[in-house]
Nanobody
Framework: DVVLVESGGGLVQAGGSLRLSCKGS????????IAWSRQAPGKKREAIVC????????YYADSEKGRFTITRDNAKETVYLQMNSLKPEDTADYYC?????????????WGQGTQVTVSS
């Protein structure tokens, strides 16, 4: 079965950095686009960025301002989200999700999420 496990969240000071990981299993990792999204307390889930399957094309949400970078390591079946210059408003549960080949806002599978808290 498809399993997605996010990790790397935690508490960080404003201005700091975190690197989130999404480890996939139960599917052919190379064939799936992987996205990161987040859901802040009391708010709707918002897309952050997606990286397509083997070609590695990256799509950012309109609100992305260069602080977040997605990479994928197919050999490790892992996608990363490097988050820099974190702000308190980045506090949220962060999720990875997958779609077959192409990035989509309607994921086929979700991970359980990892919490990110940015303190001021």
């Amino acid at each position: 079965d498809v399993v997605l496990v996010e990790s790397g969240g935690g508490l960080v000071q404003a201005g700091g950095s975190l690197r989130l990981s999404c480890k996939g299993s139960g599917f052919i990792f190379d064939d799936w686009a992987i996205a990161w999204s987040r859901q802040a307390p009391g708010k709707k889930r918002e897309a952050i960025v997606c990286i397509s399957s083997r070609e590695g094309i990256i799509y950012y949400a309109d609100s992305e301002k260069g602080r977040f970078t997605i990479t994928r390591d197919n050999a490790k079946e892992t996608v990363y989200l490097q988050m820099n210059s974190l702000k308190p408003e980045d506090t949220a549960d962060y999720y990875c999700s997958i779609n077959h080949y192409f990035c989509s806002r309607d994921p086929d599978y979700w991970g359980q999420g990892t919490q990110v808290t940015v303190s001021s």
